[in-house]
């Protein structure tokens, strides 16, 4: 069982959420795991557009794991665990009656909260407890840090974390910025690190491998491809569907063949440094 966090490297933009989203959606779908999604956001959440639909009552998917009937309603997400844990009756298997299920027993998500706090720094706390119940029940906890949050609180999730995803933009301000707080910043050097480029194109002379050489990381940069579709997909709560038939292409020059294919090797990158971590404890 692993927390893996998304974090931005300073404040700029880069595609985060959408990576994450990505990321864990692949996972879900071509592993053995179950996995929570948790959004951290007290704004309009983008994680939701990825998944659901507004506009029903009830969005239902036949997908590869079977039929789920899927609604939004004002008692899931963070602010109906908030309630569990103000009266000390929150536990790892309770998780789950909060959470919106993408795909039965793969892929769950608990949406951030509909309004931002009274006790801004108190309700952020809540965070930590949901995730330490939440890593006792999922397989894999993927957390959205949206910069909202406390940095006290922030950087205690960032510490409980198995891995960090540091993401960051493929231009050379932003990288000349990481390379800098990478010589005063010790999580940058940590182990438990992954560096990777968001909205990623092939063609820049920003590629992975001068990235990687750039930033001197032994192993090659992680990336996410700036795709269409999936941008699209992620506007209308069509993800799930978007990676169930990409598992249909074969046709080696699909533009989406580079798309899946790096988020395939993020995804076996986690999962081999997750290991790699374990073994080495």
């Known amino acids: 069982m692993s927390i893996i966090t998304f974090i ?26 179950k996995i929570l999604i948790i959004s ?21 998917r036949l997908a590869i794991f079977g039929h789920n009937n899927s609604a939004i309603d004002t008692e899931s997400g963070i602010d109906g665990i908030s309630k569990m844990i103000r009266s000390k009756r929150l536990k790892p298997d309770i998780v789950t009656n909060y959470t919106k299920v993408v795909f039965k ?7 951030g909260r509909e309004e931002p706090p009274i006790d801004k720094k108190q309700s952020d706390r809540e965070y930590i407890e949901l995730i330490e119940n939440a890593n006792k029940y999922y397989d894999k906890v993927f957390i959205d840090i949206d910069n909202n949050v406390n ?6 999730i960032i510490d409980k974390s198995d891995l960090v995803i540091v993401n960051v933009s493929q231009n050379l301000t932003s990288l000349k910025k990481l390379r800098e707080d990478k010589k005063q910043n010790y999580l940058l050097n940590s182990p438990k690190v992954l ?3 968001g909205r990623y194109d ?5 590629n992975s491998k001068n990235i990687s050489r750039f930033l001197g990381e032994k192993k090659q940069v992680l990336t996410m491809p700036y795709n269409t579709l999936y941008f ?10 978007f990676f169930l ?13 580079l798309f899946i294919d790096e988020v395939k090797r993020a995804t076996e990158s986690i999962i081999y440094k997750l290991q790699e971590l374990q073994i080495n404890m």
Do not use: W
């Not at 490297?9 to 864990?24: F, P």
């Not at 704004?43 to 557009?49: L, P, T, V």
């Not at 699209?232 to 569907?241: F, L, R, S």
């Open 8 to 33: 931005n490297n300073r404040t700029e933009e880069t595609g985060k959420t959408l990576s994450l989203v990505a990321i864990a959606t692949y996972m879900a779908i071509e592993k053995n795991n």
């Open 40 to 60: 951290t956001t007290d704004r309009e959440s983008r994680i939701k557009h990825c998944f659901f639909d507004e506009s029903q009552t009830k969005k239902n």
């Open 105 to 111: 027993d793969r892929l769950e998500i608990l949406l």
């Open 151 to 156: 940095e006290e609180v922030r950087e205690e």
């Open 195 to 197: 560096i990777l480029v």
């Open 202 to 206: 092939k063609y820049s002379k920003y």
């Open 232 to 241: 699209e997909a992620t506007n209308e709560a069509g993800v799930p569907d």
């Open 245 to 257: 038939k990409l598992k249909k292409v074969s046709d080696v020059d699909d533009r989406n063949v």
